[in-house]
């Protein structure tokens, strides 16, 4: 059984850091294709970023690229999210996904539908 836990969360001010961190527990870590996503009050879930199983290729969401970076620490079991100069509109339930199965090292996948496992998010709130 996988279970996704997410941490790291806060409020923060605009222009702050921040660093999401999701630990994968059970399950193959190394292979799963993995992805950040956020859902704002009254909001749909959109995705924020994504990475293959091996941390070859990344994708981003236009409003947060050149600010987050999403990354892969294999001996941890754990993807992380960093959150640079945070505005407001980064505010939302931040949650962790992993895909099962086997892929290209470079696969990833960009729609909330074709993740498997999911956490149960942890809270971003930025205020200016």
């Known amino acids: 059984q996988v279970r996704l836990e997410e941490s790291g969360g806060g409020l923060m001010q605009a222009g702050d850091s921040l660093n999401l961190a999701c630990v994968q527990y059970g399950g193959t870590f190394s292979i799963f294709p993995m992805g950040w996503f956020r859902q704002a009050p009254g909001q749909e879930r959109e995705l924020v970023a994504v990475?293959?199983?091996?941390?070859?290729?990344?994708l981003y969401a236009d409003s947060v690229k050149g600010r987050f970076t999403i990354s892969k620490d294999l001996t941890k079991n754990t993807v992380y999210l960093q959150m640079n100069s945070l505005r407001s509109e980064d505010t939302g339930i931040y949650y962790c996904a992993a895909r099962r199965g086997a892929y290209s090292s470079t696969a990833y996948f960009t729609s909330a539908r074709h993740y498997d496992y999911w956490g149960q998010g942890t809270q971003v709130v930025v205020f200016s």
């Open positions: 990475i293959s199983y091996g941390g070859d290729s990344t």
